[in-house]
């Protein structure tokens, strides 16, 4: 094999690899490290109010151990009255930095949720402490949906994502994460019982499923919120 062909081939080799890696989007979180889900909507023309916040919220984030994750493009809304059309995830090194940010971000940028408002027209935040080491991925080349329940009943809501669960996997779809007893802050509401990362084959396989298993169905839900991320 002569030395071009050889170079051809790692050169490929190479591509190939740095093509896979860029359809996926991978997390890894420490027990005790503190993992943001933030739902946001934000306003048209808002570039330079973004510029502000950039300089005066993100200094102080970072001081308290706020690092950024990759985030998702929110494509559809499938259930749920929230409109979010991005999902923005962040890293903390504990819960006590996490919340002490929250309750010194004012002393030190007095109008932080004034730029809030005025950047974005939905925001929802929940955050949750790692119970152990996890790690992740969400690869875009599967038909992957966002699942937040909230239920009316503790006993019963824990049988049916028990059950739902079993039917996700039947149907072949990958439960990617998992997420619960999340903390979310007056004002940013969004905490539901239980929220699911779940990646289906195509979009085919995931349609079958819900036309067979409609959430819309289950009287032991409150509320549903699924959409699809990319």
Not at 2 to 26: D, E, G, H, P, R
Not at 31 to 39: H, N, P, S, T, W
Not at 51 to 63: G, H, L, Q, R, S
Request: with cysteine.
């Amino acid at each position: 094999m002569n030395q071009l062909l050889i170079k051809v081939i790692v050169f490929s080799l190479v591509n190939n690899f740095a093509w896979t890696q860029a359809k996926q989007k991978s997390f890894d979180f420490k027990k005790g490290e503190v993992l943001d889900i933030l739902l946001i909507k934000t306003k048209a023309n808002t570039s330079e109010l973004f510029d502000i916040y950039k300089k005066t919220a993100f200094p102080v984030a970072f001081e308290y151990t706020y690092q950024p994750q990759p985030n998702f493009a929110i494509k559809k809304i499938i259930l749920g009255h929230h409109c979010p059309t991005s999902m923005i995830m962040a890293k903390w090194e504990n819960m006590r930095k996490r919340k002490s940010f929250l309750n010194n971000i004012v002393k030190r940028v007095p109008d932080f949720h004034e730029q809030r408002r005025g950047l974005f027209d939905y925001f929802g935040l929940t955050f949750y402490e790692m119970e152990k080491d996890i790690k992740f991925s969400v690869d875009a080349n599967k038909f992957n949906v966002g699942n937040a329940f909230w239920g009316r009943d503790d006993k019963k809501s824990l049988e049916f994502y028990k059950k739902w669960e079993h039917k996700v996997k039947k149907a072949g779809g990958e439960i990617v994460l998992k997420l619960e007893n999340g903390v979310s802050p007056v004002g940013y509401y969004y905490n539901a019982d239980v929220f699911y990362i779940i990646a289906w084959k195509n979009k085919d396989t995931f349609e079958m499923f819900a036309k067979k298993n409609p959430l819309n169905s289950y009287e032991g839900l409150k509320n549903v919120h699924q959409f699809i991320i990319k």
